[in-house]
């Protein structure tokens, strides 16, 4: 099921990225220790009393030389249709302006719940000046302050509320959800259109919701069944903002949460830009299945290096991806596109893969005989026992003396141990360290 989304809206300096980053709180990131990617804060998960949402900033969404009216409507609009519920910050220091009141109408008109957030409240003698905000026509205005961290409680309480229930219809756990990411022009409605032509495929549309429309169900030549995640702007090109670099991130990172595997598509001709590294990096915090899809292979002048070569930049560029397979194709001749369905089914069943206990522990005990724990200040890090706790991603438990005794690059050497012994190609695998009790 996909995580909920809550959006921000509102004018500038109201206060939304203060409040986002207080819902989102300071998450560290893997990726961005390991590779030097930045993240852009307009996308975060985030999570209130044990329930879990995605928070949009729809403020950090720059939508090109358009007039300061026209771009906040256009991030009314975007938060209208990502968001299940909409979070409008008004600021009780600047009281009302009319860019709040053009706002609140396209919010009112769009059957989206909407609550509304007067921020800057910082003392509770400022609360009688709310009641202005209540001609908003919003309903009750939450006060709030979002750098002394005042209210905020309350505002979720009220937006979790809202979220659509849990049971809805149980997801078919042996379908394959998959989504080509990519900035524009590598060629992915290409790749779609060239996958879906294939006389072989069985295309059988479409899920339900209405959120899910634009989804394509197929099966495969191998009867596998398939769900493609259509990121709109593939399929559903023409609002202005589609074409921003960060609106398009963001629906790349909402395919992302929805994909079991994700083919991030590389231009051939092109080579590798910030922006793949950026959203290739979230695939694999995330804990999805990756492939690497090299397309336009048709349009390159090759010599016998030239493949080998492509292959080095990526595996230098993408370092922390040194699992996912790389696939040279062609959207346009098809060259190799038929290995494509195949592979993603293996990364698939990758992800879901369950290693005996026992088995795990031999693999443990080899490598510790090869290779000795590290040992600091005299003592020596004791492993007893190794256990796998999760799929989607392959996720294991080795239980120690002491998880400070466990460095980095040893807990590294064990999960090569576990990549060379059993086949996770394709997935990324966690290796926790905990200490036996
Ligand atoms: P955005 O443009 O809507 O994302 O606004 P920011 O989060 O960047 O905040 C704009 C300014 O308002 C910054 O100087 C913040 O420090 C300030 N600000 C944010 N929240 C509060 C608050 O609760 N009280 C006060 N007094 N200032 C705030
Ligand atoms: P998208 O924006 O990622 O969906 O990219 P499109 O599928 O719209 O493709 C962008 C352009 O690249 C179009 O002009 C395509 O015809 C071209 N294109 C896509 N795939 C290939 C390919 O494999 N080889 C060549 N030479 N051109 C391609």
């Given amino acids: ?23 989102v709180g300071d998450r560290i990131s893997i990726v961005e220790d390991v590779s030097g990617v930045t993240r852009d804060r307009i996308y975060a998960p985030a999570e209130w009393l044990g329930k879990e949402f995605s928070v949009i900033d729809t403020g950090g969404i720059d939508i090109g030389d358009e007039p300061f009216l026209e771009q906040i409507k256009q991030q009314a609009e975007i938060a209208i249709e990502e968001a299940d519920v909409i979070i409008f910050i008004t600021s009780v220091r600047e009281r009302l302006t009319d860019a709040d009141e053009q706002v609140a109408q396209m919010l009112y008109r769009s059957n989206k719940p909407v609550l509304l957030a007067v921020n800057k409240v910082d003392n509770p003698e400022m609360r009688t000046d709310i009641f202005d905000f209540y001609a908003l026509g919003l309903g009750e205005p939450y006060p709030v302050s979002g750098s002394h961290g005042l ?16 049971q ?148 230098h560029e993408f370092a922390y991806l040194s699992y996912a397979p790389i696939l040279f194709v062609s959207a346009l001749t098809k060259q190799r596109l038929n290995q494509l369905p195949a592979l993603i089914e293996k990364v698939s069943r990758n992800q879901k893969l369950r290693i005996q206990s026992s088995t795990l522990n031999e693999v443990i005990l080899d490598a510790v005989a090869m290779n000795p724990t590290p040992t600091d200040k005299g003592r020596r890090l004791k492993i007893y026992y190794t256990t796998q706790v999760a799929i989607k991603p392959p996720t294991f438990v080795v239980f120690v003396n002491d998880p400070e005794l466990m460095h980095f690059s040893y807990a590294r050497y064990l999960e090569n141990r576990i990549r060379d012994t059993f086949d996770f190609e394709g997935t990324p695998i966690r290796v926790v360290t905990r200490k036996r009790k």
Avoid at 3 to 21: C, E, L, Q, Y
Avoid at 153 to 161: E, P, R, V, Y
């Fill in 168 to 315: 809805e219809a149980d997801e078919d756990e042996s379908i394959i959800k998959f989504s080509f990411i990519g900035r524009p022009n590598v060629g992915k409605s290409s790749l779609i259109n060239a996958l879906l032509g294939e006389e072989r495929v069985i295309v059988s549309n479409v899920a339900g919701t209405t959120r899910d429309a634009i989804d394509t169900s197929f099966t495969a030549a191998s009867g596998s069944e398939f769900v493609m995640i259509d990121t709109a702007g593939i399929r559903k090109k023409g609002k202005v903002y589609e074409n921003t670099e960060k609106y398009s991130v963001l629906r790349a990172l909402r395919a992302i949460e929805r994909s079991d595997v994700v083919v991030m598509v590389l231009n051939a001709e092109e080579g590798i830009r910030e922006q793949d590294k950026k959203v290739a990096g979230y695939a694999h915090e995330a804990g999805k299945g990756v492939i690497i899809l090299v397309n336009k292979w048709d349009a390159i002048e090759k010599d016998t290096n030239t493949l080998k070569k492509f292959e080095e930049d990526i595996r």
């Fill in 1 to 23: 099921m996909a995580k909920p989304v809550i959006a921000i809206v509102g004018r500038p300096n109201v206060g939304k990225s203060t409040i986002f980053n207080r819902i």
């Fill in 151 to 166: 209210g905020l409680g309350d505002l979720l309480d009220k937006a979790i509320s809202y979220f659509p229930s849990e």
